[in-house]
């Protein structure tokens, strides 16, 4: 990749974001605020409330009985001429990927989006192998084609405007630079349609993973997917171990829930159910199929007192449409995999909280994640958690501490609280926050409250005499 950034580097990299590319924050806000309009639109015609209980309910019970599901699934996987895999830690999962490539001579492998193939970074892992991996996602062929990671879990290329992919097909694919976007979407289609027909391997990701019958459910618009997992004669398919539902029955309300939560769509334009290798007489399908179980911290995170709750996620990218915060720089600046309020609670349980630091203060607890959470995660209630899990632990920022040690000791003294609340009362809020960055942007369409003439305590005194 062209870049490399960690959650350590957050406050530079989103502070130089906002400072020096104003396009970012033009592209993402425009994306985000209609992801979030055409998700209110598709929940307001069912019984969203409803159906987001449910799916709390259904995905707590998964998470509370996992290792009972998970073993049901793979015994259905490999009950269907599946191999089931499981892997612990991202070299295990990479290691089974290392033999697949060996034992069939692998040399180009076409990819379905994966966020979880991101997080393994098994791009980079096949490049290493001498194999071309060809992300066939629009979105993720973009940004392959940048050298970049995703912006964001189900639109990874927002953070790009209509000019950059003008210029960025025209240098790679000959289009016209005027051209429009159905016409780079067709000259991404003709490039591709090769790839799918040349490639040795297919690798896609889960959406979900029903036990009872060991179907793997995948959701996409474009049909890529589709092609990844049916056309290569060998298909893996790498599942986060928290994707498991108890039934097949679940995933018409996960399928449903999930489409209108991140794209406003009554269900995706494809959805797959895969359950196994081709059988004999079928005309298309893999000869061979893998499913890749990836733990990678996830076990940890679910002995959280708290944190565990994350673990529900549908990866709907709800979250970041709603957050103020992450409209302003997109998902790069999180430095890792996932980003926005998802990022902020997945991180410190994925990776450990030290290596997640700043990213549990990347918010501002505004609560917007919540409404928009189709599993009802209570993001701000973790965010909470994971600050007060940083305080423990002394991982606080520098700025945060001193910040907290000179309110305590203006507050245990009544004569400097006092003067302190005197000269709040009486700061020009409005006019000082116009020539100071982020806040001059908040106050445009805000107006602070007008302080009372007299304090609490002097009308408290008041009140007493």
């Given at each position: 990749m062209s870049f490399s950034t960690r959650p350590s580097d957050y406050r530079e990299v989103s502070a130089r974001t906002v400072r020096s590319t104003p396009s970012v924050r033009a592209s993402v806000g425009s994306a985000t605020r209609a992801f979030e309009t055409a998700r209110r639109n598709a929940l307001a015609s069912v019984e969203a409330e409803a159906w987001r209980d449910w799916a709390r309910d259904v995905k707590t019970h998964t998470l509370m009985h996992l290792d009972r599901y998970l073993a049901e699934a793979a015994d259905r996987l490999a009950e269907r001429g599946v191999h089931v895999h499981w892997a612990p830690e991202p070299d295990d999962a990479l290691r089974v990927l290392s033999e697949i490539v060996e034992k069939h001579g692998v040399r180009s492998a076409v990819k379905g989006k994966s966020m979880l193939a991101e997080e393994l970074?098994?791009?980079?892992?096949?490049?290493?192998?001498?194999?071309?991996?060809?992300?066939?996602?629009?979105?993720e062929y973009i940004i392959q084609l940048l050298g970049e990671p995703p912006s964001h879990i189900v639109g990874p290329a927002i953070h790009r405007s209509l000019e950059d992919c003008r210029i960025l097909f025209h240098e790679h694919l000959g289009t016209?630079?005027?051209?429009?976007?159905?016409?780079?979407?067709?000259?991404?289609?003709?490039?591709?349609?090769?790839?799918f027909l040349a490639a040795e391997l297919g690798i896609s990701g889960g959406n979900f993973l029903a036990?009872?019958?060991?179907?793997?459910?995948?959701?996409?618009?474009e049909g890529n997917i589709r092609l990844s997992t049916s056309v290569p004669p060998v298909h893996v398919a790498f599942v986060g171990i928290e994707k498991v539902v108890p039934r097949f029955e679940d995933l018409a309300g996960f399928l449903q829930l999930t489409a209108r939560s991140a794209t406003g769509q009554p269900i995706g334009l494809y959805v797959s159910l895969l359950q196994g290798p081709r059988s004999e007489g079928e005309v298309d399908g893999p000869e061979e199929m893998h499913v890749v179980l990836v733990d990678n911290g996830r076990t940890r995170m679910l002995a959280d007192e708290r944190g565990w709750e994350a673990l529900r996620c549908v990866r709907c990218g709800a979250c970041l449409n709603s957050c103020p915060v992450y409209r302003q720089t997109g998902g790069h600046a999180y430095g890792w995999t996932y980003s926005g309020p998802i990022g902020?609670?997945?991180?410190?349980?994925?990776?450990?909280?030290?290596?997640?630091?700043?990213?549990?203060?990347?918010?501002?607890?505004?609560?917007?994640?919540?409404?928009?959470?189709?599993?009802?995660?209570?993001?701000?209630?973790?965010?909470?958690?994971?600050?007060?899990?940083?305080v423990a632990a002394g991982l606080t920022p520098r700025s945060e501490g001193l910040g907290s040690r000179a309110l305590a000791?203006?507050?245990?003294?009544?004569?400097?609280?006092?003067?302190?609340?005197?000269?709040?009362?009486?700061t020009p809020w409005r006019s000082m926050a116009r020539s100071l960055?982020?806040?001059?942007?908040?106050?445009?369409?805000?107006?602070?409250?007008?302080?009372?003439?007299?304090?609490?305590?002097?009308?408290?005194?008041?009140?007493?005499?």
């Open positions: 970074e098994v791009n980079e892992h096949l490049e290493k192998l001498g194999v071309e991996p060809v992300e066939t996602d629009l979105g016209p630079l005027d051209a429009a976007p159905d016409d780079l979407a067709a000259a991404a289609r003709a490039a591709l349609r090769s790839r036990a009872d019958t060991g179907t793997i459910a995948l959701i996409e618009n902020a609670i997945l991180s410190p349980g994925l990776l450990g909280l030290e290596a997640a630091m700043p990213l549990p203060y990347a918010s501002s607890l505004c609560g917007a994640c919540v409404e928009a959470c189709p599993v009802r995660i209570p993001i701000p209630e973790l965010l909470v958690h994971w600050r007060e899990r940083a000791a203006v507050a245990a003294r009544p004569g400097a609280y006092g003067a302190a609340a005197v000269a709040l009362r009486n960055p982020v806040l001059n942007g908040w106050v445009e369409g805000r107006e602070a409250p007008t302080p009372s003439p007299r304090s609490f305590r002097q009308q408290w005194k008041e009140g007493i005499e």
